[in-house]
């Protein structure tokens, strides 16, 4: 077993926007596919946690982008376990280009859940065995309350349809990040890029579901926006997120 994982993405022309930059939402599923493939190397991925009725679910993510990769370039992905805090399991990232500069850096911070009562559990005692390592980082920060510090105004609304349901039939973080994307026009995306995204994933959204977006009106003006979704059925807050823009 590898304390840390190493795999690497050719990129494709539908993994870059309109402006030929990686989508920061699949440099999301990038990150997930490879905590996936990991988890399972560890013995505490998808296969192993349904017979035991227990799933992972992320709870919170920062990341740091230093620069965007293109169409055709091909990147370097690590990933690593890196220490239970509190409830927390933190895994960290980076993303690398052939020339092994680093291109992003992630952390993250998981919840083990019961997956009937979805109460919270502790991965090192359910896996004492459990491979981590502190010793290297990516990001020395930790799962932080994201406040709002401007006025807000309504974005748009959307239903939630079929095809942004995945495996566990809610909505993917990473169609989260598409959905904070979407909060932007084409020409906004053309003079700005993400610098850092955090957010803070709170409860799920299930197929029919209908989402309402707001964003701060007032922070754009120090270099950083603030995004929130509302589930208008359950009436409860789905995601809160800082991004930092360039």
Known sequence: ??????????????????NNRLKVSTL???????????????????TDLIPKGLLWVL??????????????????IQTWGKSQYKLYSMRDFLLFNSNDEVLCRGTTAWL???SKTLRPKI????????MLNG??????????????????????????NYTDIDLNKHVNNAKYVEYILDCY???????HIIKS?????????????????????????????????KNLITDKDVFKAAIEWR
């Open 197 to 229: 995204l955090t957010i803070s994933f709170l409860t799920e959204t299930k197929f029919n579901h209908e989402l309402e977006f707001y964003k701060s009106s007032l922070t754009i003006e120090n270099g950083y926006d603030y995004i929130e979704a």
């Open 112 to 114: 083990l859940l019961d």
């Open 59 to 76: 709870s919170w993510v920062k990341m740091e982008v230093i620069n965007y990769p293109k169409f055709l370039d091909q990147v370097k």
């Open 1 to 18: 077993m590898e304390a840390v994982y190493k795999t690497s993405e050719n990129i494709r022309a539908f993994d870059v926007d309109a």
């Open 185 to 191: 026009d084409q020409d906004f995306h053309k003079y």
């Open 123 to 130: 991965l090192t005692q359910i896996f004492p065995e459990v």
């Open 135 to 160: 010793e290297k980082s990516a990001l020395d920060e930790y799962p932080v309350k994201i406040n709002n510090i401007g006025s807000k105004e309504i974005v748009f609304s959307k239903k939630i």
């Open 28 to 46: 999301f599923d990038y990150f997930q596919n490879a905590a996936s493939k990991h988890a399972e190397h560890l013995n505490v991925g998808f």
